[in-house]
């Protein structure tokens, strides 16, 4: 039930409404109606029914909204290897079509499902989240299998690791391995093949719906590209509900098909972390939480979708500076405060004072500038300090040329804005990584090591010494 090979669903089945009783004995209630199921790689689910479902058939031919219920759900059965269906945010795709002289029919999508070997009860109580680790292999620095001969002959040794286990506040989070094999024709006669399975478990105290365990699910995703840097997607999560069922979950969600991490573009491999990763997994669900837009601004540009470099610059820029805001809220200034209320002490009109007041009210916060310097400064980037400022007012003046021109004031950058802004947003987007990676509890001596001397450094510094940063000069102890 993991793995690209099901992301595809193609199937044929028996469908109704997941409120209607099964009598007993039965499969399927008396109201059940064929049909074919299909999920797309990005998750789109859609369900084509030779039949209508019992429905308000008067208010359809009156032409009245086939708008469903929220929480109208479908449920089914399906042929290959009985495994069974539950659908959740059910709409009609185009309509009951009814046909007096033919086959009468409907269509429906859904937003997410899930697919079990049991009956799916109709509400869905989930404690556990499984996320699939399967294309992560060099993150986790797998190599368990050992090559050697006994008495002339090939053997093969598998050395199983234990699981690594973090308990945090709000849950248990768990990574575990186990052998898989597979044989190959009749009765394996041309061979078996034995691969390592690994998955993510995160078992919460408190269960959380349907919606709920998406949301984990893509927030587990979010934190493998912040250690990955790889934008590569897993599989679908295998979901296990309160009573010890276990189901596989399919929802929409936008698709890329990128290539799995490499080893050495990992900015933390899984054995570098070790011992820190159950603090970082939970100061991320936490940070994810408290920081808001500060965070998935910048993950917005890392979908596997391309966008424009000025969108991508903007988001950047609007990332740092809603992240800048919750970093370091502002100051209460006594001294700014009774300067202004001495300048509106002047203004005899009372009309005059309160339309000057409210234009003033803003003027104690930082400028841009001055919120992409501080949230940038301490960084471990290898740039010096007045380098990086001189960069982040550039940037500044950028974003506000554009918000308010509509275009690049800048001569020198406006005759080649878009080279010049792809340079910029590479930079922008390696330092706002690192500022995440510090804010959720990775080591600094790792996010150096990832932008100055890593294996992968050489991306960064490359952009760096195009804009014409400076690196920073170490203090040296004279001999």
């Given at each position: ?62 032409g009245e909204d086939q708008e469903l219920a929220p929480d109208l759900k479908i449920a089914g059965i399906l042929r290959d ?293 501080e949230t940038l400064d301490k960084i471990p980037s290898g740039v010096a300090k007045s380098s990086l400022d001189e960069f ?81 000069v170490e203090d040296r102890v004279p001999v």
């Amino acid at each position: 039930m993991r793995g690209w090979g099901l992301i595809l669903l193609k199937e044929r089945g028996w469908f109704w409404w997941a409120d209607e009783k099964i009598p007993e004995g039965k499969v399927a209630p008396e109201n059940y109606v064929a049909g074919l199921l299909s999920i797309s790689p990005e998750g789109r689910i859609s369900i084509d029914l030779d039949g209508v479902l019992p429905s308000d058939r008067d208010a359809i031919f009156r032409g009245e909204d086939q708008e469903l219920a929220p929480d109208l759900k479908i449920a089914g059965i399906l042929r290959d290897k009985t495994r069974y269906l539950l659908a959740e945010d059910v709409q009609r795709s185009s309509g009951t079509t009814y046909n007096s002289r033919g086959i009468s029919y409907d269509t429906f999508s859904a937003l997410r499902c899930v697919i079990s070997n049991r009956s799916v009860p109709a509400v869905l109580n989930i404690k556990s989240i499984h996320f699939p680790l399967e294309g992560y292999e060099e993150w986790l620095v797998s190599g368990p299998f050992f090559e050697g001969r006994f008495k002339g002959k090939p053997k093969f040794i598998y050395k199983r690791q234990s699981p690594r286990i973090y308990s945090g506040s709000s849950g248990t989070v768990k990574i575990s391995r186990h052998l898989e094999m597979e044989g190959r024709g009749n009765l394996s006669m041309r061979g078996t093949d034995l691969r390592e399975i690994a998955e993510l478990s995160y078992r919460i105290r408190r269960f959380v719906d349907f919606e709920g365990a998406i949301r984990i699910y893509g927030l587990i995703q979010d934190i493998m590209i912040l250690l990955t840097s790889s934008e590569y997607q897993a599989g679908w999560p295998d979901l296990t509900l309160t009573n010890g069922q276990r189901c596989t979950a399919y929802c929409y969600r936008t698709y890329a098909e990128n290539p799995p991490p490499n080893y050495y573009d990992c900015i933390a491999s899984f054995r570098d972390i070790d011992e820190q990763f159950g603090n970082i997994f939970f100061a991320w669900l936490q940070k994810r939480e408290s920081l808001g837009p500060g965070i998935y601004l910048y993950l917005s540009t890392r979908r596997g979708v391309r966008s424009y470099n000025e969108q991508r610059f903007f988001s950047l820029i609007s990332g740092l500076e809603a992240l800048h805001r919750n970093l370091y809220p502002l100051k209460a200034n006594q001294a700014y405060s009774d300067k202004i209320q001495r300048i509106l002490a002047c203004i005899t009109k009372p009309e005059d004072r309160n339309w000057l007041n409210k234009r003033m009210r803003n003027f104690s916060e930082p400028s841009l500038s001055e919120r992409l310097k501080e949230t940038l400064d301490k960084i471990p980037s290898g740039v010096a300090k007045s380098s990086l400022d001189e960069f982040a007012t550039k940037c500044a003046a950028i974003r506000n040329s554009l918000s308010h021109h509509g275009k690049i004031d800048n001569p020198k950058i406006a005759t080649d804005a878009l080279r010049s802004l792809a340079v910029k947003n590479e930079i922008l987007s390696h330092l706002y990584h690192a500022k995440i990676l510090i804010e959720i509890g990775l080591p600094h001596s790792i996010v150096e090591r990832w932008l100055t001397k890593g294996t992968s450094a050489y991306k960064f510094r490359w952009f760096a010494r195009r804009e014409g940063l400076k690196p920073q000069v170490e203090d040296r102890v004279p001999v």
